[in-house]
Structure formats: structure tokens, C-alpha cells
């Protein structure tokens, strides 16, 4: 096996696509290139590099939802490596008797499985699986920590199908990573293998993207948000016949089936028209034909599948034409998936090593930095109603910009979340300009008379409520000391927070004890680290 120290792919858990730095993917693809050119050839040697050739080493696949590539292909690739692998029979498991996954799982960490392979409708099961599967290893002291690959979550992400995707693309632009212009097409509000293109596709140095869904089938606000920071260049279709109205057409087309199953009663009732914006058709080819005349350049469509059998998007007239790259596509899941389990295994290790990325998770951040007291030859001085403040705290600044009725409702959150209710003391929301001509800046402020100092927990929790605050602390009537709340990075290890996305892992619905957590993005946007919905920092609040 490998050395842990050099190798980042050894033992390592994929939740998102993101979790693979672009090096390890990079080097994933040059790997499975040449695993395929060894295939071709039958060079027995090189594909003994790639096999694990150990039947202790265990694989399994959970899939709790429907699947046959992703489940197929792995326990074809674990056949090929020459390791044991085994299938559990979810539909009749103690998970039917409300177990919950992190005991199933540790049941079958126990039996000495090293890489689970994980389908669920629940979005962030195999994070969530990674983190507590550590605390268990430690609590028994296995000899490994298992690997946690995600076969698809929900409407979240499909990372091992997007490795695929990439090393087909890869293949038809002749292995240069400078540019790809890609379509992406259907439906892009359900179909995870979408969203993980948002990173999947920042393996190429410049990335344009058309995106054709009607608005009921749109990319979601928070993966589009991500996106634009990321593309050079997004255009946005209703339809096929709107696409193929323009002049510029990407020569990488990919489909996605319409996600019947994850839809509500109002898209179903419109099925069939969202189909059609969406289907190619015979009256498209000759269209087609013309741009691919005009811009010089041969178009490919790609799928994930399966395909509708009634009602295809590609239609199986094509599947004897030029177009056809969804089923190189589909064998490649096979070689990248014989890969990534080789790799995971510590076989083929890079020869001069990826490093393991740096942790962050438990390192401590500052919450606060103290601000000097401006000597403005007068006293500064808070009131409580008409008698000026001798000790406690004043909260200012609150939600500084926003409307009078959002402060209220943010200092009330403050107050209840704080435990502020049990002092004395009161709220009022002030303006910048006394000068009615300019247009008032409001901020809230809470007074708090004879409250202690905040602990830093407390600091670090109101940091994580209200950011950009500033807390005064009064003394015979001055203000003693005074410290600017800075946004934290992260928001964890409090009861009242929750994420809102009721497939996450962590949400209470599903009473599997996840604590919610969250990672700052842009401005003041968190996502959570499971499903990665995006939250405002008021929406993470449970109050
Ligand atoms: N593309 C894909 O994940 O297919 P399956 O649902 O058949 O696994």
C-alpha cells in the first residue's frame, strides 16, 4: 500500500466533486488513460499496477436508491481489482426498523469493509458517514479508516459520474485542458450530475457554458451564484429551437433526463411541453448540419442515462450517427471507477505525491477585534430610556443598512438566541442623518444594563448571529472596552442552528443526530457543509 503521507488519494472519502483538489484529478485521468490503453491492449502488466489482488479487502455498496451504472460498474471494477465485494439488501435492512445510518454503517465498518460505495436519497449521507466513521474507528481502534464514496445523493451531486464526464471530454478535445465550451441541457433543478459540473468543469483553464432548461427546470440560484464567480461566460436558453436560433453553438452537447420522480405536482402537470423544449428532433439535424458547416467543428452529445425508453431526449435514431458519445461515455465509468478504487487503495501513488490537504476543521478562529475608543472630548455616554447607562453592555450596529421591521426581527433573534431576555434594558432602531434630505441610514442597538462581559463562546456565537456588530462594555458610565464581531468562517456547535433543505442528512426530520454546520461563502451567504443549500446567516437560525 501506499505511504499515507505522499499519497492524497490513499483512503480518501468523496463526498462532492470538490473534495478531489484539480491535481488529484488531473492525475486520476492521466491514470485511467493509461489503464485504457492497457485494456485495449491486454498488457497484463500494467493492469496488475491497478489491482488490488486482496481478498480481504473489502468493498461495499449501499444503494438505497434505484441505480445500474454506478452500482455496476463498481462491482464490476472491484471484480476486475481482485477484492471482495459485497451488496447490501437495503430493502429488507434494520434501516426499515429505524436504524439509524451511522449505526448500519459502523455495523459494517466493523466488518471490515474499506471503501463504501453510498446511493441515497438523503443529500450529505457520505459526508456525514466520513466524519462520524473517524470518531468510531478511533472509539474501537481499527486498524483503517474506511473510504466513503458518494454514488449520487439526491439532488445534490454524482462526483464519480462527473469524473467520467470530464475524462470523456477530455478524450474528444484531444487531452487539453485550455478550454471547453459545453451545453448543458434539460433538467438542470434536479439532476445532480449537473450540479457537480459547477466545479467538475474548473479542470479546464476557461469554461463557457450554455445552459438550456425552461425556467421550471432552471439551475438552482445557489449553484448559478457559484457558477458565475467561476465561467467566463454563461448564456441562458428556454429550448432547443431557442438555442439553435443563435449562431454560436457549443460543440459538447449534454443531456439530462427530466427527474420525474423528484418533481412536484405542478412541473408534472406540464411534462410534456417541458420535454419537447428539451428533446432533439429530426427537423434539429439539418439546423445542426449548417452550424457545424458555419463554426467548423463536429458536435457530440453526451447523457449520463438512463434515457426515458418512451420518450428519450436523444432519440435512438441517433445512436448510429456521429453525434453518439454517451455510450464511450457510459464504458468510461467502468475504467475511471477500476481508478479511482486502485488509487483510493494507495495502488498507483503519484511518483512525487499529492499532499493530503491541510485539515481546518478544528482549528480556532478569532471572533473578534478589539477597536479603540476615540477620544472625542466628550464623554461618550448610552442611555436607558433618560437615565445614561452606569454598567453593562450596548450592542451597536445591528444589521446596519437593512429596514427598520428586518432590524426589529434581527435584534429579537439576538435577544432570544443571547438569553438577553433575562436582564433589564431594551432595543431601539436609530438612523445615520438627522437631516431629512438624505436617505437614513438605519442600524439597531440593544442595551443590556448591568450584564457581564460576553465569555468567548458567547462572542464567538453572537460573531455567527450578528456579524459586523460592535459591543461596548460600560463602566461607571464610560465605555471601557469595544470589539467588532467578524464573520466567521464557520458556524457549528450550536443547538439552534439547522440547515433548511429537508433531504439534507443533518436536518431533524430525519433524527439521524447530525449536527448542522456551515462554511462561509460570499458577502454574508453560508452553505451548509452536507448538502451545501445556501443560507443567509439569519435563515441558519432556528428561532
Ligand atoms: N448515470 C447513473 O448514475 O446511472 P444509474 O442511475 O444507472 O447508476
Redesign the pocket.
Known amino acids: 500500500m501506499a505511504d499515507s503521507i505522499t499519497n492524497s488519494w490513499f483512503q480518501k472519502s468523496i463526498s462532492v466533486i470538490a473534495d478531489c483538489s484539480l491535481e488529484e484529478r488531473k492525475y486520476l485521468f492521466q491514470q485511467s488513460r493509461i489503464l485504457k490503453e492497457a485494456m485495449q491492449e491486454q498488457n497484463e502488466e500494467v493492469l496488475d499496477r491497478f489491482r488490488i489482488s486482496d481478498p480481504s479487502f473489502g468493498i461495499y455498496e449501499i444503494f438505497l436508491?434505484?441505480?445500474?451504472?454506478?452500482?455496476?460498474?463498481f462491482r464490476n471494477a472491484a471484480k476486475f481489482l481482485r477484492v471482495n465485494v459485497s451488496d447490501m439488501i437495503s430493502g429488507s435492512s434494520s434501516l426499515n426498523k429505524s436504524e439509524s445510518f451511522r449505526d448500519t454503517f459502523h455495523t459494517l465498518i466493523g466488518y471490515s469493509n474499506h471503501i463504501f460505495i453510498v446511493?441515497s436519497k438523503q443529500e450529505g449521507l457520505c459526508r456525514w458517514l466520513a466524519k462520524s466513521s473517524k470518531v468510531y474507528c478511533g472509539r474501537m481502534g481499527t486498524a483503517f479508516i474506511p473510504s466513503f464514496v458518494n454514488?449520487?445523493d439526491g439532488e445534490h451531486e454524482?462526483p464519480t459520474?462527473e469524473l467520467y464526464d470530464d475524462f470523456t471530454f477530455l478524450e474528444d478535445l484531444q487531452w487539453n485542458y485550455d478550454k471547453i465550451h459545453v451545453a448543458l441541457i434539460g433538467d438542470l433543478l434536479h439532476n445532480r450530475?449537473i450540479h457537480s459540473k459547477i466545479n467538475g468543469l474548473q479542470i479546464f483553464n476557461e469554461v463557457e457554458v450554455d445552459l438550456i432548461a425552461p425556467g421550471e427546470m432552471g439551475l438552482p440560484r445557489s449553484y448559478y451564484q457559484i457558477m458565475a464567480e467561476k465561467v467566463c461566460n454563461i448564456r441562458i436558453f428556454a429550448s432547443l429551437d431557442e438555442y439553435l436560433e443563435q449562431k454560436h453553438v457549443a460543440p459538447m452537447w449534454y443531456f439530462t433526463r427530466l427527474q420525474l420522480e423528484r418533481m412536484d405536482e405542478m412541473i408534472l402537470r406540464r411534462e410534456g411541453e417541458l420535454r419537447y423544449s428539451v428533446t432533439l428532433r429530426p427537423d434539429h439535424l439539418p439546423v445542426l448540419q449548417k452550424l457545424q458547416d458555419e463554426q467548423n467543428c463536429k458536435i457530440k452529445f453526451y447523457h449520463?442515462?438512463?434515457r426515458h425508453k418512451q420518450f428519450p431526449v436523444i432519440p435512438t435514431f441517433l445512436d448510429n450517427t456521429p453525434y453518439n458519445g454517451w455510450e464511450r461515455q457510459?464504458a468510461n465509468?467502468l475504467i475511471v471507477r477500476i481508478t479511482l478504487l486502485a488509487l483510493i487503495a494507495g495502488r498507483c501513488p503519484p511518483p512525487v505525491g499529492l499532499l493530503p490537504r491541510e485539515e481546518t476543521e478544528s482549528k480556532p478562529v478569532k471572533s473578534y477585534e478589539e477597536l479603540p475608543i476615540l477620544d472625542s472630548g466628550r464623554p461618550k455616554v448610552y442611555s436607558e430610556g433618560l437615565r445614561p447607562i452606569r454598567n453593562g453592555i450596548v450592542i451597536d450596529h445591528i444589521l446596519r443598512g437593512s429596514s427598520p421591521p428586518e432590524i426589529r426581527c434581527h435584534m429579537r433573534r439576538i435577544t432570544e438566541l443571547m438569553g438577553l431576555d433575562r436582564y433589564r434594558g431594551g432595543q431601539w432602531v436609530g438612523s445615520s442623518h438627522k437631516d431629512s434630505h438624505i436617505k437614513a441610514i438605519y442600524k439597531g442597538l440593544i442595551f443590556v444594563p448591568e450584564a457581564k462581559p460576553f465569555s468567548p463562546e458567547q462572542l464567538r456565537k453572537l460573531s455567527a448571529i450578528a456579524p459586523h456588530i460592535t459591543i461596548n462594555y460600560i463602566q461607571d458610565g464610560q465605555v471601557q472596552s469595544k470589539y467588532r464581531l467578524l464573520q466567521p468562517p464557520r458556524i457549528y456547535g450550536f443547538s439552534e442552528t439547522r440547515c433548511r433543505n429537508r433531504n439534507c442528512i443533518s436536518h431533524e426530520s430525519h433524527h439521524e443526530g447530525v449536527d448542522s454546520e456551515f462554511s462561509h461563502t460570499v458577502e454574508d451567504n453560508f452553505i451548509c457543509i452536507y448538502c451545501h443549500t445556501g443560507h443567509n446567516f439569519q435563515e441558519i437560525w432556528n428561532v
Open positions: 436508491e434505484d441505480s445500474t451504472r454506478t452500482r455496476e460498474s446511493r454514488g449520487g454524482h459520474q450530475t449520463p442515462m438512463p457510459s465509468g
